[in-house]
């Protein structure tokens, strides 16, 4: 099944954001020009990923990350906020 995750951070400055670029591009993530970045994939998956480059950079990843994951439907999502994984299910689920 496909998911996508869309994500932003807070506080974003030009130079961290292209470091930040620079070190995700790679690892398949795409950039727009409001600061926000989306890959396909699962939340947990992008987690794992940004986390420790968020932290590297100066940013508090459970502060300041926020990510959405849809599916290809989008039937369900799944939030990563304030360092914690919501999900939200479709009604009779």
């Not at 409001?34 to 502060?63: H, M, Q, R």
């Amino acid at each position: 099944m496909f998911h996508q995750v869309n994500g932003s951070l807070r506080g974003v400055k030009s130079e961290r954001f292209r470091k930040l670029r620079k070190q995700l591009v790679p690892l398949g993530y795409e950039f727009s020009k409001d600061y926000s970045f989306s890959k396909e994939g699962t939340v947990e998956a992008a987690i794992n990923e940004l986390v420790p480059v968020c932290e590297e950079l100066g940013w508090d990843a459970e502060k300041d990350l926020k990510l959405t994951e849809t599916n290809l439907d989008g039937a369900d999502e799944t939030k990563y906020e304030n360092g914690r994984i919501i999900r939200k299910f479709p009604r009779g689920v």
